[in-house]
């Protein structure tokens, strides 16, 4: 389900810090979202909840333990906000390793078009975020971390893979 509505709020520019403010715009009002959380047990679960000629929404859970693997989102900058639970961001960094930053219900991470991560469902029991992206998402390359170093391994497209 996704709904595309005229009365839906604009992004007047996709720098991060807007589209913070709109994945936290977005949140606030739980008749959009609540109504359709569902959480797989087994497969990450998602869905598109809301776009525009500008951005798009989408609604994620996570059982404990549920990743994405690591990726960018091909040109995109984004946010997430925690909606229940907890999730960890695993970002790369220039000395090879990893930096770990863990988000709880209510706290925001916003993001330019270059960021590369990992999001990991964490604790000991699900939780629900919703992300926001501008503009609408049409790539995004996951990646290999080996020996400190990004590989790209494949590159998926929007409304062939997801």
């Not at 087994?42 to 693997?69: C, F």
């Not at 209510?106 to 993001?111: I, L, P, S």
Request: hydrophobic share 40%; charged share 20%; net charge neutral.
């Amino acid at each position: 389900m996704s709904v595309l509505d005229a009365r839906l709020p604009s992004l007047a520019s996709p720098a991060p810090a807007a589209l913070g403010r709109l994945a936290t715009t977005l949140a606030a009002n739980a008749d959009l979202w609540r109504p359709l959380l569902h959480v797989d047990p087994v497969h990450r679960w998602y869905a598109r909840l809301a776009r525009t000629d500008d951005w798009e929404a989408w609604l994620l859970t996570w059982a404990p333990g549920q990743r994405t693997g690591v990726h960018d989102h091909g040109g995109s900058g984004g946010a997430f906000t925690v909606l229940d639970g907890s999730v960890q961001e695993l970002t790369p960094g220039r000395d090879g390793g990893l930096t770990t930053r863990t988000y709880t219900a209510g706290q925001v991470r916003a993001f330019g078009p270059d960021h590369v991560h990992e999001v990991v469902g964490t604790g000991d029991r699900p939780a629900a975020t919703l992300h926001v992206y501008g503009p609408r998402l049409s790539l995004m390359n996951r990646y290999e971390l080996a020996d400190g170093a990004l590989r790209l391994v494949r590159t998926e497209t929007a409304g062939r893979d997801w």
